[in-house]
């Protein structure tokens, strides 16, 4: 039985779904910002009384783009050495590489490692910082 189908699409309502929720969320939170600046200084520093813990941070943690770029630029190395692989095993049809069972495992396997390495290296310079 084959399940491409019935996987196919609830993955899709999945992605479009979490798109959906990011961007409200973010509506949510910019909608919030600006309220906060248009505020005046005696209410803002009459809810600060009420709760002493509440800071406002809007500056954007310069590190926060480490993780992800550095997850994609592992993903695309692994990427990059399955085409490299495929191509110079099976030069001729692409089709026969794709059957093989081990050549299946390196093209899952190997964005997968690499994409782990890039996130090591990340926490690495996120530490070193």
Known sequence: MDLTAVLIVPTVFYFIYAVWTRTATKKERLRFLETLTSMSPDVLSALKEINPQWE????????SNIRPACLLIGLGIGLLIVWL????WYPGDGVV?????????????????????????AYFIERKN
């Open 56 to 63: 406002i941070n809007v500056k954007k943690d310069p590190k």
């Open 85 to 88: 692989g495929l191509t110079a």
């Open 97 to 121: 590489s794709l059957r093989d069972e081990v050549n299946g495992f390196l093209i899952l396997a190997s964005p997968l490692l690499f994409g782990g390495i890039g996130l090591l290296v």
